[in-house]
């Protein structure tokens, strides 16, 4: 069974950072490029960054550039996304999400809520 679980979200503070992770099981993890999108309160889902199955390749949207990082632990089957800096507009769930040759597998989400 594939399944994709997404942890560390929570209430934090304008400016302040979290951590995100995804566990993934049931696939070859390291065959997958990893995704992070997110969808805020009324709104459709937004890419935030994806990296390569071996991760020498990351991307970002130009919102996030400079505040978030994505990495994988391809022993682990885990994806990151740390984030710093973070604003009320990054308030949103965060989904993780697998590609690989027209298949793709989506995590449940984890929300974020960046207020004072």
């Known amino acids: 069974e594939v399944q994709l679980v997404e942890s560390g979200g929570g209430l934090v503070q304008p400016g302040g950072s979290l951590r995100l992770s995804c566990a993934a099981s049931g696939f070859t993890f390291g065959l997958y490029a990893m995704n992070w999108v997110r969808q805020a309160p009324g709104k459709g889902l937004e890419w935030v960054s994806s990296?390569?199955?071996?991760?020498?390749?990351?991307t970002y949207a130009a919102f996030v550039k400079g505040r978030f990082t994505i990495s994988r632990d391809n022993a682990k089957s885990t994806v990151y996304l740390e984030m710093n800096s973070l604003k009320p507009e990054d308030t949103a769930v965060y989904y993780c999400?697998?590609?690989?040759?027209?298949?793709?597998?989506w995590g449940q989400g984890t929300q974020v809520t960046v207020s004072s």
């Open positions: 990296i390569s199955g071996g991760g020498g390749t990351t």
């Open positions: 999400y697998a590609y690989y040759r027209f298949r793709n597998y």
